[in-house]
T-cell receptor
Framework: DQQVKQNSPSLSVQEGRISILNCDYT??????FLWYKKYPAEGPTFLIS?????DKNEDGRFTVFLNKSAKHLSLHIVPSQPGDSAVYFC??????????????FGTGTQLKVEL | DTGVSQDPRHKITKRGQNVTFRCDPI?????LYWYRQTLGQGPEFLTY????????KSRLLSDRFSAERPKGSFSTLEIQRTEQGDSAMYLC????????????FGNGTRLTVT
């Protein structure tokens, strides 16, 4: 039962353009969402988060959008840079109902930013 | 902040042997987590500690798995009688006690069971 889904295993974008990574979830108890980036042979690195009381959170080149009614979130990277090439994981938890200590991850999207 | 440290980085063992991994969290983080990641999947939650207390365990954590955090600092994860299905990346993470603070992951221990 995959409660967090990233349906695109890979995405290729040109340098300078926008990268849009998508994530869907099925568990309506999830109220806190995070994006992690992972390079080969390294652990995941936290990028940005959003709680269910917001629909947008921005940090530099990274913006996360949350559509609660659709149970969908997306990560926008603008402009994309070659160093952004990595696997991106979406993760969710039921933070505000006591489930904040268990993150459920998606299967990841491999982003390749080409010159 | 020296980051979360895991040792060893790689472990190759024969089926049936026991293995133990160590995790040193970021020093001021009182919460410590173990996750497992297999090829093509995202990390899956195994267990978590608040200080030295193990407060939650996933049903993925069979009786052959045991985790400890004896002094509320470093943690160990032991797998007894390893099976080929245990082959995976074992990730440790830590965070502050504030509920919305993000997990900081180590670089993991890659276990291969032959």
């Amino acid at each position: 039962d995959q409660q967090v889904k990233q349906n695109s295993p890979s995405l290729s974008v040109q340098e300078g353009r926008i990268s849009i990574l998508n994530c869907d979830y099925t568990n309506s108890m999830f109220d806190y969402f995070l994006w992690y980036k992972k390079y080969p042979a390294e652990g995941p690195t936290f990028l940005i988060s959003i709680s269910s009381i917001k629909d947008k959170n921005e940090d530099g080149r990274f913006t996360v959008f949350l559509n609660k009614s659709a149970k969908h979130l997306s990560l926008h990277i603008v402009p994309s840079q070659p160093g952004d090439s990595a696997v991106y994981f979406c993760a969710a938890s039921a933070l505000f109902t006591g489930g904040g200590n268990k993150l459920t991850f998606g299967t990841g999207t491999q982003l390749k930013v080409e010159l | 902040d020296t980051g979360v440290s895991q040792d060893p980085r790689h472990k190759i063992t024969k089926r049936g042997q026991n293995v133990t991994f160590r995790c040193d969290p970021i020093s001021e983080h009182n919460r410590l987590y173990w996750y497992r990641q297999t090829l093509g999947q995202g990390p899956e939650f195994l267990t978590y500690f608040q200080n030295e207390a193990q407060l939650e365990k996933s049903r993925l954590l069979s009786d052959r798995f045991s985790a400890e955090r004896p002094k509320g600092s470093f943690s160990t994860l032991e797998i007894q009688r390893t099976e080929q299905g245990d082959s995976a990346m074992y990730l440790c993470a830590s965070r502050l006690g504030q509920e919305d603070s993000p997990l900081h992951f180590g670089n993991g221990t890659r276990l291969t069971v032959t």
